[in-house]
């Protein structure tokens, strides 16, 4: 299996892989949380929809990309929704499902549209480069760096959007748009290599999967790492040693990962490990 990740393509795919699943792992612990999955669902597509509207006006995607993204962020940062016959997740979704319908008019219009689309979903992790890498980790090492240095405002603000209590939370929150913006980043960045989908099941499997299996904020965020780790890992395996799409084969590793944990924990009746 080692022998596979000597080719250059491979380790970098790898590398990439493990970075962003790592972080997008530990921020999926709050958007769990939270109750807001689709968020990185719609920042990611919002981030592609910038890179669509670069496309189709034959602009820079990276800088649009960017600028539509936090645009995202400082908005979806607003939403809080208090009409109990509403949940945030449905505005949200509203969101994700225009911005798709946008980018995929506007990705229709390009040379090579069907393509695109399939690298918009699914990402292109073998043709990333080192230089790809690099900047990478330097935006996530500060992106982490933050939410090491203030988890605590991050997890209390965390756990009043748990328990629905955000009435003092106030119309502007500068630790909630901070939060929105450093998930924002990550995904701006994740998205243009790993895709849409494998940077959504990076941020909600790994953390629903540990939170199956275990108690404890710090035993939580440990086991999402790990199983983020292994996604990436055995994913990448079985995309070379068996011709498969990188992306998906990555999405489907997490997704029999997430089994295994549903299995384990009804055979348990409850999370055991402390």
Same mark, same amino acid.
């Given at each position: 299996?080692?022998?596979?990740?000597?080719?250059?393509?491979? /380790?970098?795919?790898?590398?990439?892989?493990?970075? &962003?699943? /790592?972080?997008?792992?530990?921020?999926?612990?709050?958007?769990?949380?939270?109750?807001?999955?689709?968020?990185?669902?719609?920042?990611?597509?919002?981030? &592609?929809?910038?890179?669509?509207?670069?496309?189709?006006?034959?602009?820079?995607? $990276?800088?649009?990309?960017?600028?539509?993204? /936090?645009?995202?962020?400082?908005? /979806?940062?607003?939403?809080?929704? $208090?009409?109990?016959?509403?949940?945030?997740? =449905?505005?949200?979704?509203?969101?994700?499902?225009?911005?798709? =319908?946008?980018?995929?008019?506007?990705?229709?219009?390009? =040379?090579?549209?069907?393509?695109?689309?399939?690298? *918009?979903?699914?990402?292109?992790?073998? $043709?990333?480069?080192?230089?790809?890498? &690099?900047? &990478?980790?330097?935006?996530?090492?500060?992106?982490?760096? *933050?939410?090491?240095?203030?988890?605590?405002?991050?997890?209390?603000? $965390?756990?009043?959007?748990?328990?629905?209590?955000?009435?003092?939370?106030?119309?502007?929150?500068?630790?909630?748009?901070?939060?929105?913006?450093?998930?924002?980043?990550?995904?701006?960045?994740?998205?243009?290599?790993?895709?849409?989908?494998?940077?959504?099941?990076?941020?909600?499997?790994?953390?629903?999967?540990?939170?199956?299996?275990?108690?404890?904020?710090?035993? *939580?965020?440990?086991?999402?790492?790990?199983?983020?780790?292994?996604?990436?890992?055995?994913?990448?395996?079985?995309?070379?040693?068996?011709?498969?799409?990188?992306?998906?084969?990555?999405? =489907?590793?997490?997704?029999?990962?997430?089994?295994?944990?549903?299995?384990?924990?009804?055979?348990?009746?409850?999370?055991?490990?402390?």
């Amino acid at each position: 299996m080692l022998q596979l990740f000597t080719e250059g393509f491979v /380790l970098n795919a790898l590398l990439v892989s493990v970075l &962003m699943g /790592l972080l997008l792992a530990y921020l999926g612990v709050h958007v769990v949380a939270r109750g807001i999955v689709f968020v990185d669902l719609a920042l990611g597509q919002i981030s &592609m929809l910038g890179v669509a509207v670069a496309t189709y006006l034959e602009s820079s995607p $990276t800088a649009i990309a960017i600028v539509f993204t /936090l645009v995202g962020a400082f908005v /979806l940062s607003f939403i809080k929704v $208090t009409d109990k016959r509403l949940k945030q997740e =449905a505005i949200i979704g509203i969101v994700y499902a225009f911005t798709s =319908a946008l980018t995929v008019l506007l990705i229709s219009k390009s =040379a090579h549209g069907e393509s695109d689309i399939s690298e *918009v979903l699914f990402g292109s992790l073998f $043709t990333v480069t080192q230089s790809d890498i &690099m900047w &990478m980790a330097i935006v996530f090492a500060v992106i982490g760096i *933050v939410h090491v240095v203030f988890r605590r405002r991050f997890f209390e603000l $965390t756990t009043k959007f748990e328990e629905h209590d955000v009435d003092d939370v106030g119309f502007f929150n500068a630790w909630n748009f901070l939060f929105y913006l450093s998930i924002g980043l990550a995904i701006v960045l994740a998205v243009r290599v790993g895709g849409v989908i494998p940077v959504f099941a990076f941020i909600v499997v790994p953390p629903v999967a540990a939170i199956l299996l275990t108690r404890g904020r710090a035993a *939580v965020i440990a086991l999402a790492l790990a199983v983020s780790v292994a996604g990436s890992t055995f994913g990448l395996y079985t995309s070379v040693q068996f011709d498969f799409p990188a992306g998906s084969s990555i999405v =489907a590793v997490l997704g029999a990962l997430f089994l295994v944990a549903a299995v384990v924990r009804g055979l348990r009746g409850s999370p055991a490990l402390r």
